[in-house]
């Protein structure tokens, strides 16, 4: 397995396809529901993901890891894409431009990020029918 951070002198540079496995294997826990807003149905949720780290890991080493993904935009793309489809198979409908947040913290047993969703859900108006 590749490791997650490449070290050459003072540069890091991190490994795309470890963060993608850490993903993979996350521990997501997800929840939301619908308001109405202005005549407007909108979903809000939230996913929340613990990427695994070794139970090893030192607590610098840790600290690094946050403060890494927080910057790593291919960190950001995973999260983001995992809640995306979180909410998407909860919500009633087809969701419109996502709007979301996204939190880093430590967790014990690994990265946790939590991300909010925010939403439109896409309807067809119903017509009334008249005549015949």
């Known amino acids: 397995m590749p490791e997650l951070v490449e070290r050459v002198g003072p540069f890091v540079r991190t490994t795309e396809g470890r963060w993608r496995d850490l993903f993979s294997d996350a521990d997501a826990m997800s929840e939301g529901g619908v308001k109405d807003e202005k005549g407007e149905r909108v979903w809000y949720g939230s996913t929340s993901l613990i990427l695994g780290l070794p139970v ?3 607590v610098e080493e840790r600290a690094f890891l946050l403060a890494l993904a927080q ?3 291919h960190v950001h793309v995973h999260a983001l894409r995992c809640a995306t489809r979180e909410a998407q198979s909860r919500a009633p409908g087809m969701l419109g431009r996502t709007v979301c947040e996204v939190r880093f913290s430590e967790d014990p047993r690994g990265l946790r990020i939590d991300v ?3 939403a439109p859900l896409i309807e067809r108006r119903r017509v009334k029918r008249t005549g015949p």
């Open 116 to 118: 909010d969703v925010q």
């Open 56 to 58: 090893e890991t030192p």
């Open 71 to 73: 910057k790593d935009v």
